[in-house]
């Protein structure tokens, strides 16, 4: 009996040690979460501020100058947009109206246009006109070239007996054959001048033309009696020259009338 009690009591004796050690352990935890400086038992409260009237006021004010500042940012809007609207009226009428004389500008031109087409038409029409006239004119007409110039000579009695040597049988009847002669332009240096010779009849003209193509005075004298051609035509004659000369020297048959050349028969340009 004495051994069963003891060991109850050890039994005892033990499960009093144990609950006296979880005690100390419970006490330990609830010390350690007491002494937990984050603890939300230890959060202390933030004091509510107090709305004084002050305040408030101030406020007041604040939202009163906002709506001031922006009660004048509209007003200066508003006047910059009627502005603006004024403005931008100004600049259509200003663009209609552009639009309006530009319109108005390209009908001129057009017309204006046409008009120059016209005279320019018109123009070349005359100029060939005139230029026909004076190549019809210039059919009275012989060139001498290489004649002989003298200080203070009458050309016109110089050519005069020149052409009765040629031709004695118009000896009687010169100056009624011949209407005018003259020398070309000024007389500069030793240059020869050209003599114009108007004849007062065309068939007086060719008959004299072709006495002298081959003449013995001509020889003597070393002179040529040549067309007198319109500057246009001397023109012509100088550009076509080189395919004349290239048709010759190959044996062709190459020569000019008026301002046209011709080789075989064919009108070259």
Not at 29 to 34: D, L, Q, S, V
Not at 46 to 74: C, F, P, W
Not at 106 to 126: C, F, G, I, P
Not at 225 to 253: H, N, Q
Request: aromatic fraction near 6%; hydrophobic fraction near 35%.
């Amino acid at each position: 009996m004495s051994s069963k009690k003891s060991l109850a009591i050890s039994r005892n004796i033990v499960a009093t040690d144990d609950h006296e050690y979880a005690r100390m352990e419970m006490d330990s935890t609830e010390k350690a979460k007491r002494k937990d400086p984050f603890s939300p038992a230890k959060i202390t409260p933030t004091a509510k501020r107090q709305v004084t009237v002050s305040d408030g006021n101030e406020g007041m004010n604040a939202v009163l100058d906002a709506i001031k500042q922006l009660t004048e940012k509209v007003d200066t809007l508003g006047t910059q947009l009627q502005q603006n609207s004024t403005m931008l009226s100004s600049i259509a009428k200003a663009v209609e109206f552009n639009a309006a004389e530009i319109k108005d500008c390209k009908m001129q031109l057009q017309s204006a246009v046409r008009d120059v087409t016209a005279v320019k038409k018109d123009n070349a029409e005359l100029m060939e006109r005139v230029l026909e006239l004076e190549r019809y004119k210039r059919r009275w007409n012989l060139r001498i070239r290489g004649l002989k110039e003298n200080d203070g000579e009458d050309i016109r009695v110089v050519v005069a007996d020149l052409l009765v040597k040629i031709s004695p049988s118009w000896s009687s009847s010169i100056n009624q054959i011949v209407d005018s002669v003259h020398r070309i332009g000024r007389r500069e240096g030793n240059i020869t001048r050209h003599v114009i010779i108007q004849f007062t009849q065309r068939w007086h003209r060719d008959a004299l033309w072709r006495m002298t193509k081959d003449h013995a005075i001509c020889r003597e004298l070393r002179i040529s009696f040549i067309e007198d051609l319109c500057k246009a035509d001397r023109e012509t004659r100088a550009a076509l020259w080189p395919k004349i000369k290239e048709a010759r020297d190959a044996g062709k048959r190459a020569f000019f009338r008026g301002g046209a050349g011709y080789i075989n028969g064919q009108r070259v340009t």
